[in-house]
């Protein structure tokens, strides 16, 4: 008997680490890849990109999380574009600095191409972020714009709200380690609506979740967990066994406090805030 498709949402992660960028909240910053490991992460990447385009019985929806930069590497852009050609791929996103070139979009079906881009005030020219943002709307590339919530970035994402084009979602992440009194907070959601499921981490111990059901988290040697956030293995993507393993399960976390991980508890309402987005963080009346 054939094997029934399912619907399943991939975060992908290889073993790329490597950054253009220098951002003091970052551990990666400015770090560089060898040759053979960057060798390495275009072998897992393109291994894992054949598996996504195998999976016609399956209806997939894509996110690739690198540590580094990933669109800033010749075969990160191809996938994306080779997959979102394919019509079992219902969604396929990156998370990017936006640092690359972005002619290449012109190649990739844009009903299912997105790009989930993040700005690093004094990393690079404002005017040159804020340039190709709306060279992408312009195109008509499906993208959201994001800013750390460093009370030194207010003043940069207060002016990218006021000059990004309106359709562009702008979002705010709560700094790592970072509280914020009542009165931050307000600066804060005056500029993205929704930072308040930022602002603190989410309880959820035991608590359900979508992950290692109809989510899953896969590195660059094909281990499945159900999140980037829990190390317990699932299975193997390239020989099947995550799938006997794919069911509902209680969270073992006391908390969530990365968009990537909590959007997808089922004690929060974000699948339909961000309906139609969840993977490239655009809400769904935005």
Known sequence: ??????????????????CDYD???CPFAKRRDSTEQLRTD????????AWAASRTEDRLSLLFTPWGEGLVRSWYRRALTELSHLPHIRRVAIQTNLSGRTAWTAEADLDTLALWCTYHPGQTPYERFVAKSRRLAADGVRHSVGVVGLPEHLDAARRLRAELPEHVYLWINAAEGHSYTDEEAARWTAVDPLFSWSRHAHPS??????????VISVDGDGTVRRCHFVREELGNLYDGSYRAALRPRPCPSQVCDCHIGYVHLETLPLYDVFAGGVLERIPADW
């Not at 111990?205 to 109809?214: D, L, V, Y």
């Open 23 to 25: 951002c003091p909240y």
């Open 42 to 49: 275009r072998a897992a990447l393109e291994r894992f990109a």
């Open 205 to 214: 111990a035991g608590r359900p979740c979508r992950t290692g059901e109809s």
């Open 1 to 18: 008997m054939p094997e029934a498709g399912v619907d399943l949402t991939v975060l992908y992660r290889g073993p790329l680490a490597s």
